[in-house]
């Protein structure tokens, strides 16, 4: 079955602009977690979505959002972007909750300059 | 609370023995532990739950200690494939249920022939 989908693969944006990054999960799953990754810091929580509900959340400014779809595929937005977003991003699905093994999609690389 | 990965990183030759410890300052519910070699997605290992029990599949096992509230991920006669950043990952119990998944910084491990 196919695995996780992220897009784009690779991103750069200007300071100040917004991005929307999109997820798309192994096919089944309803939960959906988004992480920053940067080097020296791992991965860091932003949030997880369940059945298009946000069930939990990171400690990250209010310009980090998401959202779920019905199909459970996801989509995260950050606004007024900094150079200090640059990370991979990195969303990870689940049948049911964190309990569970989670898939991992390759990421999205975001260059903020 | 991210928990605390020992050590950073380390080298070892093929054949020898690591151990990885993660460490949480609150109460455990689960650890999870994943690998990601370098440009892929974190990839799934095992999950333990609290209980106090060990897990493992081929040479690659881990424990759960849960009045320690820390998890050690044991790597015998390594091999060269084993060689990528060990994560933590940690769900805390607290009074409003269990807690969001948090991640260790990671333990860079080097497998060299």
């Known amino acids: 079955k196919a695995g996780v989908t992220q897009t784009p693969r690779y991103l750069i944006k200007t300071r100040g602009q917004q991005v929307t990054l999109s997820c798309s999960p192994i096919?089944?799953?309803?939960?959906v977690s988004w992480y920053q990754q940067t080097p020296g810091q791992g991965l860091q929580f932003l949030f997880e979505?369940?059945?298009?509900?946000?069930?939990n959340k990171g400690n990250f400014p209010g310009r980090f959002s998401g959202r779920q779809f019905s199909n459970s595929r996801s989509e995260m937005n950050v606004s007024t972007l900094e150079l200090g977003d640059s990370a991979l991003y990195l969303c990870?699905?689940?049948?049911?909750?964190?309990?569970?093994?989670?898939?991992f999609g390759q990421g999205t690389r975001l260059t903020v300059v | 609370q991210q928990p605390v990965q020992s050590p950073q990183a380390v080298i070892l030759r093929e054949g020898e023995d690591a151990v990885i410890n993660c460490s949480s300052s609150?109460?455990?519910?689960?650890v999870h532990w994943y690998r990601q070699k370098h440009g892929e997605a974190p990839v799934f290992l095992m999950i333990?739950?609290?209980?106090?029990e060990q897990k493992g599949h081929d040479k690659i096992s881990a424990s759960f200690n849960e009045k320690k509230q820390q998890s050690s991920l044991y790597l015998t006669a390594s091999q060269l494939s084993y060689s990528g950043t060990y994560f933590c990952?940690?769900?805390?119990?607290?009074?409003?249920?269990?807690?969001?998944?948090?991640f260790g910084t990671g333990t860079r491990l080097t497998i060299i022939p």
């Open positions: 990870a699905s689940s049948y049911d909750s964190t309990r569970a093994e989670a898939f």
């Open positions: 096919s089944g799953h309803r939960s």
């Open positions: 979505y369940f059945s298009e509900t946000q069930r």
């Open positions: 609150k109460a455990l519910y689960s």
């Open positions: 333990l739950l609290k209980g106090g």
């Open positions: 990952g940690t769900e805390n119990i607290s009074h409003f249920g269990n807690e969001k998944l948090t």
